[in-house]
């Protein structure tokens, strides 16, 4: 099972910053939180992930609480492109689950003009 | 950045034949890679980790047989749907990724068809 709670879907006007939180009360201290998208018929695409520490790239910005129980990442200016379905994944770590990674239902983010 | 490429992108063929998915790590060496399956409208769900010159491992539910995965090279590996039937009809799609804590970068899918 996912290890992570997102909301369903969520709404964003183009132009302006996507704030897409996630839950993950249980992760462990080893663990890192990573973010996906998916467009429509397309493979998964990376977007970030972090352990601790904010973390920022050209895509997106990774928000992780002080206590690691939840993120939030953040689309500085949304474009109708980042329409899509967006997934927060605890990645396992150690043994034979290594580089595992457990997919939930994400959150469906769509863009308006 | 990394890449990498699936092959073919679609596939239509009649119940019964058997079907090779190619999955290929473009710029890196992979000793990892996975396999996943996603149905309309669901998520993605692993159906197994394929280790290079070793066996796959299989997630629970995943039939071994139909299902043949072989990790010659670090480059490259295949996913064979043995005997298909129409509901194995779904869109696969493979991801590597190079040793340590990096990101699995994922292909572009198959979607197979079973008629």
């Known amino acids: 099972d996912a290890k992570t709670t997102q909301p369903t879907s969520m709404d964003c006007a183009e132009g302006r910053a996507a704030n897409l939180p996630c839950n993950h009360s249980t992760i462990s201290g080893n663990e890192y939180v990573y973010w996906y998208r998916q467009i429509h018929s397309q493979g998964p695409q990376y977007i970030i992930h972090g352990l601790k520490n904010n973390e920022t790239n050209e895509m997106a910005s990774l928000i992780i609480t002080e206590d690691r129980k939840s993120s939030t990442l953040i689309l500085p200016h949304a474009t109708l492109r980042d329409t899509a379905v967006y997934y927060c994944i605890v990645r396992e770590d150690g043994g034979t689950s290594y580089g595992k990674l457990t997919f939930g239902q994400g959150t469906i983010l769509t863009v308006h003009p | 950045g990394a890449v990498v490429s699936q092959h073919p992108s679609w596939v239509i063929c009649k119940s019964g034949t058997s079907v090779k998915i190619e999955c290929r790590s473009l710029d890196f060496q992979a000793t990892t890679m996975f396999w996943y399956r996603q149905f309309p409208k669901q998520s993605l769900m692993l159906m197994a980790t394929?280790?290079?010159?070793?066996?796959?491992?299989?997630e629970q539910g995943v039939e071994k047989d139909k299902f043949l995965i072989n990790h010659a090279s670090l480059t490259l590996s295949t996913l064979t749907v043995t005997s298909a039937h129409p509901e194995d009809s779904s869109f696969y799609i493979c991801?590597?990724?190079?040793?340590?804590?990096?990101?699995?970068?994922f292909g572009d899918g198959t979607r197979l068809s079973i008629l």
């Open positions: 991801s590597a990724s190079r040793p340590g804590n990096q990101p699995q970068h």
């Open positions: 394929s280790n290079e010159g070793s066996k796959a491992t299989y």
